[in-house]
């Protein structure tokens, strides 16, 4: 019976990345059927952990993080979690030999959101590498399927896609990040002084991201491929609305893509996939 809760346990996964995310889940379903399960599995579990330090205010975030962190050892050693997004990620993790390492390093960058942190450049490095990038290489253990030498030439690119999403997200989210959760992650930015020049310098730094991220792109598996494409154009049009926006702007409003500009920017990606372009 324990293919029930196997089951149950991957789609409180799979609802939970639909309930927090339509450009995520929008990608995840342009994936081979056999490994969207696992990368539903991923995102879930990186959405709880997420969750716990942005928005669980008025209880312990530190206890309820460490808590995570001890759960998620122990469902790891024991192959099995009562809790439905750990039970589906602990699978997820030995089925394709993840690498604890890169769990640690992403709980390592949750819990720097639980303190007041001053980022230099170096901090910077570290916070995108824990709370993105490492995310990027999880979904690629699942994407290259065991192909360790094909995940050794994919990593650099996996883990600048990730770099520019979470690049993109910090802007986004500049307004809440500093008047809700009092965090600025860009180097010894200040927000009194946010002006075009830093604005296009971080936007420079997306872009430059962006072009190397689509040439692992066009070299993924072919069950991977338009799935992570679909992604890049999501944020890639994101990304577009930031930049005509002015600083004053941005730290007024987060920027949105509304649903019909999604679907739009999906059949265009398709037809541009099947037309060979990628």
């Not at 539903?40 to 309820?64: M, Q, T, W």
């Not at 296009?200 to 872009?207: L, V």
Request: one cysteine or more; aromatic letters at 14%; proline letters at 3%.
């Amino acid at each position: 019976m324990k293919k029930l809760f196997d089951e149950l346990a991957y789609e409180v996964s799979k609802k939970t990345t639909e309930k927090y995310s339509t450009s995520f889940s929008l990608g995840i379903l342009a994936l081979k059927p056999s490994i969207r399960a696992s990368i539903y599995a991923i995102y879930g579990y990186v959405r709880l952990a997420d969750e716990i330090v942005d928005s669980f205010h008025g209880y312990d975030k530190k206890r309820l993080l460490a808590r995570l962190y001890l759960e998620t050892n122990c469902a790891l050693e024991e192959g099995i979690s009562l809790n439905p997004i750990l039970q589906s990620f602990q699978e997820t993790v030995h089925k394709y030999a993840i690498d604890v390492e890169l769990i640690r390093q992403f709980l390592h960058s949750m819990e720097m959101d639980l303190n007041k942190v001053d980022y230099n450049s170096e901090r910077y490095k570290e916070y995108i590498y824990g709370s993105a990038e490492v995310v990027g290489l999880m979904c690629l253990q699942v994407f290259t399927e065991g192909n360790r030498q094909r995940y050794e030439e994919l990593k650099p690119y996996a883990m600048k896609l990730g770099s520019a999403f979470q690049k993109i997200n910090f802007l986004r989210d500049l307004k809440d990040d500093y008047h809700v959760l009092g965090r600025t992650y860009f180097p010894n930015l200040d927000l009194a002084v946010f002006d075009n020049a830093l604005k296009s310098q971080i936007e420079d730094e997306i872009h430059s991201e962006f072009k190397e991220a689509l040439l692992g792109i066009k070299k993924l598996p072919a069950s991977a491929k338009f799935g992570v494409y679909l992604a890049y154009k999501y944020y890639l049009s994101l990304f577009s609305k930031i930049r005509k926006k002015s600083p004053k702007e941005i730290l007024e409003s987060r920027v949105r893509i509304p649903n019909a500009q999604k679907a739009y920017v999906a059949l265009k990606s398709y037809l541009r996939y099947k037309a060979a372009y990628l």
